[in-house]
């Protein structure tokens, strides 16, 4: 392929669909792992409306399951020879406790198990496409998560209140920030780079199970209040600009890609790799049971 390839996850709608955009204007070859065939094929026509010559492949999947995840993995890596970004932005905020058919807190499935196991499907790949890069989505709400306890948190699947999600939110968002840490320190930079971003308040349709969302979407977008543009540009920073290059294990504010320190819960390196033994265990008893 003469062109670059990146492959997004949550492009549908919101900051996702924003950077698709703009990456298919910059020449990229784009891969949308989407739940929705239908949204898939609003965005394909729309992507075509915006750049000449646009080429985008699309592959369904649910990453509220882990084993879709990985499936979706499975088939980038069989359909492309090289992979040059990854996008792990698809993210949920549930303001009440819903359990997957494996087993999981959806939340957490969705924001930080399913880009776990997609990545890991794609490592050989990016590795082999390099120099690649991988931009995970976290969020200013990390600072709110109270603490971390990995083996606990990543099974907790008790009941919550909607007072109570923002605390749980922030700990998937933590989670991404403590993996994408410990990611890099597993990683070739030469080969692979990883950074993570907060794209401050958009106005998007994660909150989507609130009650009179989509109303408080019109009004916000109206005011000109958390327009996702702004959310994507750090996104795009990340996976294009030659100023990240080099730059692996980061975490990044929408504010002028000011770097930011990972939340003092999920700072150490000992607490980071316990996450990800925690994770990787989870995983392989999810694939154990035939989940994947």
């Known amino acids: ?38 949204r898939a094929a609003a965005l394909l026509e729309e992507l075509g409306e915006a750049a000449d010559d646009v080429r985008a492949d699309v592959f369904l999947a649910d990453l509220s399951l882990v084993a879709q995840a990985r499936r979706a993995g499975r088939e980038i890596a069989a359909r492309y020879g090289r992979v040059d970004v990854l996008v792990n932005n698809a993210g949920l905020h549930a303001f009440s406790q819903r359990i997957t058919a494996e087993g999981m807190a959806e939340m957490t499935a969705v924001n930080y198990l399913a880009p776990f196991a997609l990545t890991h499907e794609l490592i050989g790949t990016l590795s082999a496409s390099g120099p690649a890069r991988i931009v995970n989505v976290a969020s200013e709400a990390a600072r709110h998560a109270g603490g971390i306890t990995p083996a606990a948190d990543l099974r907790n699947t008790l009941p919550y209140t909607r007072r109570a999600s923002m605390a749980l939110y922030g700990r998937t968002k933590l989670m991404t920030i403590m993996w994408t840490g410990e990611l890099a320190r597993r990683l070739d930079a030469a080969k692979v780079t990883v950074n993570c971003c907060d794209p401050g308040f958009n106005v998007t349709a994660l909150g989507r ?24 540009g750090i996104i795009v920073r990340l996976a294009t600009d030659p100023a990240f290059a080099d730059i692996s294990g980061g975490y990044f504010s929408v504010r002028g890609a000011r770097p930011l320190p990972c939340p003092e819960p999920g700072r150490g390196e000992q607490v980071q790799r316990e996450l990800w033994s925690q994770t990787v265990s989870l995983l392989d008893r999810t694939g154990r049971t035939g989940a994947a």
């Open 209 to 232: 199970d609130l009650p009179g969302a989509a109303v408080v979407q019109r009004v916000l977008r109206t005011l000109g209040v958390g327009d996702p543009r702004k959310g994507a």
């Open 1 to 38: 392929m003469s062109r670059p390839l990146a492959v997004i996850t949550g492009a549908t709608s919101g900051l996702g669909r924003v950077t698709a955009l703009d990456l298919a204007r910059r020449g990229y070859r784009l891969g949308i792992v989407a739940r929705s065939g239908t």
